[in-house]
C-alpha cells in the first residue's frame, strides 16, 4: 500500500533551522512529481513547495521562497525540506505528498492523491 512517513518536525527558536524528510512506499518514488504542505491550526491547508519527478523543476509558496529548499533522493525513496530562518509563522503541521506521475512540480493540492500523517514544526518568537 502507497505510504508516506514524515520526520524532522520540532520546536525550534525563530532564526533556526529543520530538516524534514518524507519516507515513500508503496510506488515507484523516482516516477512522481512530491511536493510539501503545511496548515496551521484555524487556517487552511496552504502549499509550500514541490518538486518534479526528475528533481529538475522546484516551485515554492512566495511566504518561502529563499528559505526553504525541497530536494529528493530517489534512491531513497525520500522528499526533504530544509527550512532556514525560520519564523513564527512557519508553526504548522507540514505534509508531503504524492503528485502527478512524470510531472513537474506542481502547487495545487487537487493534483495531489496520497497524503502522509504530518509532522508538527513550532517555531518560538
Known amino acids: 500500500q502507497v505510504q508516506l512517513v514524515e520526520s524532522g518536525g520540532g520546536l525550534v527558536q525563530a532564526g533556526g533551522s529543520l530538516r524534514l524528510s518524507c519516507a515513500a512506499s508503496?510506488?515507484?518514488?523516482?516516477?512522481?512529481?512530491m511536493g510539501w504542505f503545511r496548515q496551521a491550526p484555524g487556517k487552511e491547508r496552504e502549499f509550500v513547495a514541490a518538486?518534479?519527478?526528475?528533481?529538475?523543476?522546484?516551485v515554492y509558496a512566495d511566504s518561502v521562497k529563499g528559505r526553504f529548499t525541497i530536494s529528493r533522493d530517489n534512491a531513497k525513496n525520500t522528499v526533504y525540506l530544509q527550512m532556514n530562518s525560520l519564523k513564527p509563522e512557519d508553526t504548522a503541521a507540514y505534509y508531503c505528498?504524492?503528485?502527478?506521475?512524470?510531472?513537474?512540480?506542481?502547487?495545487?493540492?487537487?493534483?495531489?492523491?496520497?497524503w502522509g500523517q504530518g509532522t508538527q514544526v513550532t517555531v518560538s518568537s
Open positions: 508503496g510506488r515507484t518514488f523516482g516516477s512522481y512529481a
Open positions: 505528498a504524492f503528485g502527478p506521475r512524470f510531472g513537474i512540480a506542481a502547487t495545487s493540492d487537487y493534483q495531489y492523491d496520497y
Open positions: 518538486i518534479g519527478w526528475r528533481g529538475r523543476s522546484t
